[in-house]
């Protein structure tokens, strides 16, 4: 093997490591949730992780490398929350599920924090062009769950052949992040409830 291979293989931790960087990531998430990337510091994460300066920076050289691995985290636990009704959505009625869901949610946390990963495009999307790159993969992929139901609607009938999935994911998607940020700031989740509302009445036009 090569020194350069050597180099860019990446390190294996020890589970004491794993569960060290694990500690760390957590706690920074929580941070940046609450306060913002911009007013979390490193200190403060290691004080909420219980970690020295030497074991951060044994896992995150920098700021900028932990905000990254806090958006890989934040984007698994949207993924995964989402994906648990959108991979299997095939229907109107599947859709209104979600919606039901989303709007479940956010109404009992009253808006609070907005969306994890449109609060971070909002914060990083003009300063860190690979945090933007990284956020734009991940929204690719939320979006592209829909796609895939849409289109799995259009197959089986429910929606007219000149449904385009794209689009009504993009439009599905707007309104969902809209409806984040008005329900954060009135602190309730209604404007969620109506956002979504209108963007399935917009695909209910295109039902067979």
Sequence with gaps: MSESETATKPRRLTSRGAATRARILEAAAELIRAKGVAATTLDEVRA????????????????????????SLQARA????????????SSIRGLERWRDAVVQRTSLIRGAYGCALGSLVSELADTDEEARV????????????????????????????????????????AALQGGYLLAQMARNGTPME????????HVKSYAA
């Design 78 to 89: 949207v993924l995964d929350h989402h994906g648990q009704q959108l991979q299997r959505l």
């Design 134 to 173: 990284l956020l734009q993969d991940n929204f690719m992929t939320w979006e592209g769950l829909l796609v895939d139901g849409f289109e799995r609607m259009r197959a089986s009938g429910e929606l007219r052949p000149d449904a385009d999935p794209v689009t009504l994911a993009t439009g599905t998607m």
């Design 194 to 201: 109506v956002a979504l509302d209108m963007a399935i009445d």
């Design 48 to 71: 909420a992780s219980a970690t020295s300066k030497s074991q951060l920076y044994h896992h995150f050289p920098d700021k900028e490398a932990l905000v990254h691995e806090v958006i």
